[in-house]
C-alpha cells in the first residue's frame, strides 16, 4: 500500500481552512436547506392543526422537504469533492447531485430489499436485536465501504460502475472503516460535550449557542466525510489493482 488512511483523515480535516472561501457556498447551502426545513415544519404543523392529523398535504410537505435537504447536503458533497479533485468549484453541479442522490438512492433500497429477507427470518427466529444488529450491520457496512468510492465518480463525471469500485477496493475495507472510525471520534466527543451542557441547562433543550455550534458541526461533518472518501478515491484509482 502506498498511501496512509491516517494521512487521509488528517487531509479531510486541514481541507477546511486551506481555502476558507470555498466555505461559503456550503454554509448558504445549509442556510437555505434550514430555512426550507422551517417552512416545511411550519406547513406541517399548520396541517395538522387544521385536520388533526397529518394528511396529504402534511406528508407531501414532509416528503418534500425531506427531498430538499438530501439534495442539498448531496449539492455540498458533490461541490466540496469537485474542489478536491477537481479544482472545479465554481461550475455548477446540481444535475451531478441530482443523479448522485438518486444513485444512491437506488442503491439503498436495492440493498434494503437484498437483507429484508434475512432481517425477516432472524426477527421469527426472535434474535437478539444486537446479535440481529451484528449479523447484517457487518455485511452492510463492508458493502458499502466497497461501493463507496463509485459515489466519488459521480461527483467528478466519471462513469459509475460498482464492478470497479468494487475491485479498487480490493484488501482496502478493514483500513477504510478503520479511518472512518478515526474521523468521527472529534465529532462523537463534541457532540458528547455538548449533549452534557444540554442535559445540565434548566431546560434540558439547546441553546442558540449549543444551536449554532451543532448547525456548523453539521457541515463541517459533511465536509469532512466528503473529503475523506475524495482522497480515498484519488489514491485508490492511482493504485495499480487486479
Known sequence: MSFSYIELVKHSF??????????????????????????IMGITFAAVSQTGSMGLVGGL?????????ALVVMEIFVYWQ?????GDS?????????????IAFLFG????????????????????????ALVL????????????PGFTAIS??????????????????????GASILMAIPFLIIGAVLGMFEGGSETGSPGIISSLIQFALSIVQILVNAGF????YRELKNTPHA
Do not use: N
Request: net charge positive.
Open 137 to 148: 450491520g457487518i455485511p452492510i457496512g463492508y458493502v458499502m465501504l466497497r461501493f463507496a
Open 82 to 86: 469537485r474542489w478536491i479533485l477537481l
Open 156 to 177: 467528478i463525471g466519471d462513469p459509475f460502475s460498482l464492478r470497479e469500485s468494487w475491485d479498487m477496493t480490493q484488501g482496502h475495507a478493514l483500513r477504510m472503516f
Open 14 to 39: 486541514t481541507d477546511l481552512w486551506r481555502e476558507p472561501k470555498k466555505l461559503i457556498k456550503p454554509v448558504l447551502l445549509m442556510i437555505g436547506g434550514f430555512i426550507l426545513m422551517m417552512l
Open 229 to 232: 472518501w475524495a482522497h480515498i
Open 61 to 69: 410537505a414532509a416528503f418534500l422537504g425531506g427531498l430538499g435537504i
Open 90 to 102: 465554481g461550475v455548477p453541479s446540481i444535475k451531478l447531485s441530482a443523479k448522485f442522490l438518486v
Open 109 to 132: 433500497l436495492g440493498a434494503g430489499v437484498l437483507f429484508a429477507i434475512p432481517a425477516t427470518i432472524l426477527t421469527f427466529l426472535g434474535l437478539h436485536p444486537l446479535v440481529m
